[in-house]
């Protein structure tokens, strides 16, 4: 029986259209959108998925918004701690689902150069020198390109203080040693790098100009976005094959030349989260 029916099964059937057949499992955290449930069966209900899907807390499912992609608000329904811990790719992630955010949709991306050859040539840098990680959170692509480069000195920002308590927590996890942790506006920086990572989604194209100005001569950077599939010129899978014009117009009025494009997730039902390899012109 798949853990669905279980809860089914549990569950008065008044109720069963009601309960959420999709969630997220972040840690031992379940996450997932009770909306429909009635206040009076919410306890009840959430520790049933709690007990089934065998996690010590469940969360409502809330958006992650702002400039900080912070959680709106957090509803605890069942359990009290917040707090929990991730192993990707043989690396550890500590992080406060209340305060910071996680995308598991993500997943393939972060694994850098462990990751398959779609992935691992994205972030195949040669020997950069330095690495500056914009939106570094608590550590998501941080800690892999720290490990994957482990003779370059990385530079971590992030804006929220509570992402840097938990980067800083995770990088001793993972004994990494050659990252330097900044609490501050990546705009702020006046530090020089060979690569930036742009790691953020809405108005990633706002940094790009900073970014530039961080870079030396023909450095990289790895810029995350999400964009209308339509803008991009991208109707069916074969599209996906080419560097969109639309894409490498706009980058080239950014002073940038895009070598290497590809669609990292969808994103909402006529949006991509696209990623793409930029070179400083
Ligand atoms: C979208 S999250 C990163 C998501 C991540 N790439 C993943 O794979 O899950 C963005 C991070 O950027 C940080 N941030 C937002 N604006 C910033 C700014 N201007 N300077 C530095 N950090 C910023 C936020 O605090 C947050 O931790």
């Given amino acids: 029986m798949n853990p669905f029916d279980k809860i089914k099964k549990q569950v008065n059937e008044d109720l069963h259209h009601k309960l959420p057949k999709k969630w997220k499992k972040i840690g031992d955290i379940l996450i997932a959108d009770f909306s429909l449930i009635n206040t009076n069966h919410l306890s009840h209900v959430s520790q049933i998925y709690a007990n089934i899907l065998k996690v010590k807390t469940v969360l409502q499912k809330n958006k992650v918004n702002g400039e900080l992609r912070k959680p709106e608000r957090t509803d605890l329904l069942f359990g009290e701690d917040t707090e929990t811990e991730i192993t990707e790719y043989g690396l ?3 992080m406060d689902l209340s305060k910071t955010m996680w995308s598991p949709g993500n997943t393939g991306w972060r694994a850098v150069l462990d990751g398959p050859e ?5 972030y195949n840098f040669g020997s950069p020198k330095v690495i500056i990680d914009y939106f570094a ?3 998501y692509f941080t800690i892999q390109l720290a490990k994957s480069y482990p003779n370059a000195k990385i530079i971590s ?3 929220n203080p509570d992402s ?3 980067l800083k927590k995770n990088l001793k996890m993972n004994n990494i040693d050659n990252v330097y942790v900044l609490n501050d506006d990546c705009r702020n920086i006046t530090h020089k790098a060979d690569v930036i990572h742009l790691g953020y989604i ?3 194209l706002d940094f790009l100009e900073h ?3 961080n870079l030396n001569d023909k450095g990289i950077a790895i810029f995350h976005e999400a964009y209308n599939n339509n803008w991009l010129g991208l109707k069916r899978r074969s599209d996906w094959e080419s560097i969109p014009e639309s894409f490498c117009k706009l980058m080239k009025e950014n002073g940038f030349i895009t070598k290497k494009f590809d ?3 969808f994103y909402g039902p006529s949006k991509s989260h696209i990623i793409s390899f930029l070179q400083k012109i």
């Fill in 164 to 166: 840097i308590k938990y």
């Fill in 263 to 265: 669609r990292v997730k």
């Fill in 118 to 122: 779609k992935v691992s040539s994205f």
């Fill in 157 to 159: 920002i992030d804006k």
């Fill in 92 to 94: 550890k992630y500590s």
């Fill in 211 to 213: 970014a530039h100005s």
């Fill in 137 to 139: 959170g608590i550590g």
């Fill in 202 to 204: 809405g108005n990633t």
